[in-house]
């Protein structure tokens, strides 16, 4: 069966790239996704920059279904271990832009989740493999690493949207509050999955939308400086890794 899944893997990557191709250029419901986004205006959204990174997480993963049909990949213990998830993550991206252009949102949200949860477990998977050479760095952990960064993110955001549509008041709490509260919930999240698993991708892809955060909220000075020192943060701690990595690397040749 295991060797099924580069081609389960093939199928659910094609056509999860075509449904988000149509939902922009049909578009899926009417409009686009960011236009959907722009009716629900949330003190979390990114900079519309910021959602480039898409066309990345998606060459990456491009390269990773292309890695798994070739002999080596076939043959990967990390490429069996992922199994079904990639496959299922790719339903659940579907699923998440329909429910998202018809503007079902509360239902989005449990399909963010899904999709959340698929790459958590596949992000543990490589984690647990503990890829030893260099191609599978690239093609097996790099893809994963960026798109689950993202995801987080952009979950934060999708719950923040669905709460703003149904009248949530915040519990008293203003929105600025809220937004700072959820900033700094990103950044803490993008410390303990880097550091623990030494994973400096990851940690960027938060960089990356903290920044653009604080670039799109400039009417919310708190909103702003809060982005921007927690991306401070996260970025002080990726420059501690690579120094230590380099270190380790310096003192095994000298050793």
């Given at each position: 069966?295991?060797?099924?899944?580069?081609?389960?893997?093939?199928?659910?990557?094609?056509?999860?790239?075509?449904?988000?191709?149509?939902?922009?250029?049909?578009?899926?419901?009417?409009?686009?996704?960011?236009?959907?986004?722009?009716?629900?205006?949330?003190?979390?959204?990114?900079?519309?920059?910021?959602?480039?990174?898409?066309?990345?997480?998606?060459?990456?993963?491009?390269l990773f279904v292309f890695y798994g049909l070739t002999k080596k990949g076939r043959d990967s213990s990390s490429i069996a271990a992922i199994g079904p998830l990639f496959f299922l993550s790719c339903l659940s991206n579907i699923t998440w832009i329909l429910l998202w252009h018809y503007e079902q949102l509360t239902?989005?949200?449990?399909?963010?989740?899904?999709?959340?949860?698929?790459?958590?477990?596949?992000?543990?998977?490589?984690?647990?493999?503990?890829?030893?050479?260099?191609?599978?760095?690239?093609?097996?952990?790099?893809?994963?690493?960026?798109?689950?960064?993202?995801?987080?993110?952009?979950?934060?955001?999708?719950?923040?949207?669905?709460?703003?549509?149904?009248?949530?008041?915040?519990?008293?709490?203003?929105?600025?509050?809220?937004?700072?509260?959820?900033?700094?919930?990103?950044?803490?999240?993008?410390?303990?999955l880097g550091l623990r698993h030494r994973d400096v991708a990851i940690m960027l892809v938060f960089v990356w939308a903290l920044v653009a955060i604080g670039v799109k909220q400039q009417a919310y000075p708190a909103v702003v400086w809060t982005a921007y020192a927690c991306a401070g943060i996260v970025a002080i701690a990726v420059l501690g890794l690579l120094v230590r990595s380099v270190s380790a690397k310096f003192r095994g040749r000298q050793g």
């Open positions: 069966m295991k060797r099924m899944y580069p081609l389960l893997n093939l199928i659910g990557y094609a056509a999860m790239v075509i449904v988000n191709i149509l939902a922009e250029r049909l578009p899926i419901g009417g409009k686009t996704t960011g236009e959907i986004s722009a009716q629900y205006p949330v003190l979390v959204t990114p900079a519309g920059y910021a959602f480039a990174i898409w066309s990345l997480i998606y060459l990456l993963l491009l239902s989005s949200v449990f399909m963010m989740f899904a999709l959340l949860i698929s790459l958590i477990f596949i992000y543990s998977g490589t984690i647990r493999n503990e890829l030893r050479n260099s191609v599978e760095r690239w093609l097996v952990s790099l893809p994963f690493s960026i798109y689950l960064g993202w995801i987080c993110v952009a979950s934060i955001v999708n719950v923040a949207v669905a709460l703003s549509a149904n009248g949530w008041k915040g519990f008293g709490l203003s929105d600025t509050t809220w937004a700072v509260l959820m900033l700094c919930v990103a950044a803490l999240l993008a410390l303990v």
